[in-house]
């Protein structure tokens, strides 16, 4: 079997979804700046991460579903999602984005993945606690991108990642094929292929017969 990872922000969807909680909670443009600031390498991705959430504390759980539920999938990216499954592809995200977030997203586009590798919101009391947890604190996505392949019986140089950001590049490296997605320039140079559209990353699916559109394993 096939693994493909994608990264979720900016790649399946437009949105980033820290920045849509801080719309939400009119803390946009100080969430902007940590996370421009973590862009520019000016702060490692933990800091930044955490800075961000700590602006988010005190907000109500209703209005974490509000912000969530402006986050759509890219055109096509449901449909490619659907098509991958299929075919026997093992389908995968891993984001340092937030699991409930992307869940939501999944959801109500009425599609789903195999494995999910996020982090999460603390809330207590029906409320944002400022703090986050999970799996992906660091830059460090090439650790669960092995983890995912050991689980899904496949060895590593046979995955493929999907991402565009600089906290992509470690999954991106360590990954069989890395296609990058509108990546930024110190990405691109590590990417095998580079794609600006889910269509466009359909169609080199099928081409390199990772999709069967009829459906049966290659």
């Given at each position: 079997?096939?693994?493909?990872?994608?990264?979720?922000?900016?790649?399946?969807?437009?949105?980033?979804?820290?920045?849509?909680?801080?719309?939400?909670?009119?803390?946009?443009?100080?969430?902007?700046?940590?996370?421009?600031?973590?862009?520019?390498?000016?702060?490692?991705?933990?800091?930044?991460?955490?800075?961000?959430?700590?602006?988010?504390?005190?907000?109500?759980?209703?209005?974490?579903?509000?912000?969530?539920?402006?986050?759509?999938?890219?055109?096509?990216?449901?449909?490619?999602?659907?098509?991958?499954?299929?075919?026997?592809?093992?389908?995968?995200?891993?984001?340092?984005?937030?699991?409930?977030?992307?869940?939501?997203?999944?959801?109500?586009?009425?599609?789903?993945?195999?494995h999910l590798?996020?982090?999460?919101?603390?809330?207590?009391?029906?409320?944002?606690?400022?703090?986050?947890?999970?799996?992906?604190?660091?830059?460090?996505?090439?650790?669960?991108?092995?983890?995912?392949?050991?689980?899904?019986?496949?060895?590593?140089?046979?995955?493929?990642?999907?991402?565009?950001g600089v906290?992509?590049?470690?999954?991106?490296?360590?990954?069989?094929?890395?296609?990058?997605?509108?990546?930024?320039?110190?990405?691109?140079?590590?990417?095998?292929?580079?794609?600006?559209?889910?269509?466009?990353?359909?169609?080199?699916?099928?081409?390199?017969?990772?999709?069967?559109?009829?459906?049966?394993?290659?």
């Amino acid at each position: 079997m096939t693994l493909v990872a994608f990264d979720f922000d900016d790649t399946l969807s437009q949105s980033d979804l820290s920045i849509l909680l801080g719309r939400e909670y009119d803390v946009a443009s100080e969430m902007r700046g940590l996370l421009e600031q973590g862009l520019r390498d000016e702060t490692d991705f933990e800091t930044s991460l955490r800075e961000r959430v700590s602006l988010l504390e005190g907000m109500p759980e209703r209005r974490i579903e509000s912000a969530f539920d402006r986050c759509r999938l890219r055109d096509g990216a449901a449909e490619l999602i659907v098509d991958l499954r299929r075919s026997d592809v093992v389908v995968a995200i891993v984001t340092g984005g937030f699991e409930r977030g992307v869940e939501t997203t999944l959801d109500r586009a009425g599609v789903a993945v195999d494995h999910l590798v996020a982090n999460r919101l603390v809330l207590e009391n029906g409320a944002l606690t400022g703090d986050v947890e999970g799996p992906v604190l660091d830059d460090a996505k090439d650790q669960p991108l092995g983890e995912l392949a050991v689980t899904s019986g496949d060895s590593l140089d046979r995955t493929i990642a999907v991402g565009g950001g600089v906290t992509d590049l470690p999954m991106l490296r360590a990954a069989g094929t890395a296609i990058g997605f509108e990546p930024e320039p110190v990405v691109e140079q590590y990417c095998d292929h580079v794609v600006t559209s889910m269509q466009e990353l359909h169609l080199h699916f099928d081409q390199h017969d990772v999709i069967d559109v009829d459906g049966s394993e290659r």
